[in-house]
């Protein structure tokens, strides 16, 4: 019996190497920027994003994968397993559905994560593992499903401006932020959507501090398979991060990945995370 396919779409900020060794199925989202359309993670990087913001000005504005897309992707593949960016945030998962729903002879099953970034990697990665141990479509889907309450995602945003630009807080929000150097950590909400979980005042390191002060409260509960620190343009922060996780618990897979230029167009540079499954 043939494998049991996994596919994400880019806004799961893995690496190509991760993507490689769990033989997954990656699918972009897009981005368009003036007047030109680019394959999130195949045309355009978060870095190349960054440096064509800053010289034209716009923001980009993004889009989920087309049916075609996905009629395309899921191909050839009978049985398979997609997982979705959440659908409270993106149009992709319905397009997913809409794209197996015309395949009548796919059985791809599609998963709403809930959540964005590298946790919908940890839930790609788990069904990977649940595929090379032998079990079926049906049973990843509702492993994973069942998983989504215990992800755990919290993103410390250097700059209000592009969630500003992208019409996701006042002007008036985002100049007091940064007159009083408000650091926002927004984290992922159990209904799909994000929320502001605490604003960071002073210091750039107060609000990795702070990051690292919810995993290590959250630690006796923490499954320590993998967590993820994900940035944009932050990398030594990350490195700084990652050392500190490590010295925290016995992780025995601790990932960095850079934030794709989907996520990073809402987000904005400076922004870095770190990413968790509960037991």
């Known amino acids: 019996m043939a494998s049991t396919s996994i596919f994400v779409d880019s806004t799961a900020d893995l690496s190509a190497e ?13 981005v368009h920027l003036d007047g030109k359309s680019y394959r999130d993670g195949i045309d355009l990087s978060s870095e190349q994003l960054f440096a064509l913001i800053e010289a034209n000005g716009a923001l980009p504005t993004t889009a989920a994968p087309t049916l075609g897309d996905f009629m395309t992707a899921f191909s ?3 049985d398979g397993v997609f997982i979705g960016i959440s659908s409270k945030l993106s149009g992709t998962v319905n397009n997913a559905l809409l794209a ?10 599609v998963v709403d994560s809930l959540t964005l970034s590298s946790a919908i990697g940890l839930l790609a990665l788990k069904a990977a593992d649940l595929r090379d141990a032998g079990a079926g479509a049906e049973e990843i889907q509702a492993t994973i499903e069942a998983l989504r309450p215990k992800v755990r995602m919290s993103f410390a945003l250097e700059t209000m401006r592009y969630l500003y630009l992208g019409g996701r807080c006042t002007a008036l929000q985002s100049v007091v932020a940064s007159m009083l150097k408000i650091r926002p950590i927004i984290a992922g909400m159990p209904d799909g959507t994000l929320g502001l979980k605490a604003k960071i005042h002073g210091a750039r390191k107060r609000a990795l501090e702070a990051l ?3 995993f290590e409260a959250a630690l006796p509960n923490v499954d320590l398979q993998r967590v993820f620190v994900t940035h944009a343009a932050a990398a030594e922060d990350a490195a700084y991060l990652a050392e500190k996780l490590t010295a925290l618990a016995p992780i025995q897979e601790l990932h960095i ?8 167009s809402h987000c904005g540079p400076g922004t870095i995370g770190v990413l968790y499954l509960l037991k």
Do not use: K
Not at 100 to 109: D, G, L, N, T, Y
């Open 257 to 264: 990945t850079t934030a794709g230029a989907v996520i990073a």
């Open 18 to 30: 991760l993507v490689a060794r769990h033989r997954l199925e990656v699918i972009p989202l897009i």
């Open 212 to 214: 690292l002060h919810d």
């Open 76 to 78: 050839g593949h009978t």
């Open 100 to 109: 197996v729903q015309a395949m009548p002879e796919s059985r791809i099953r």
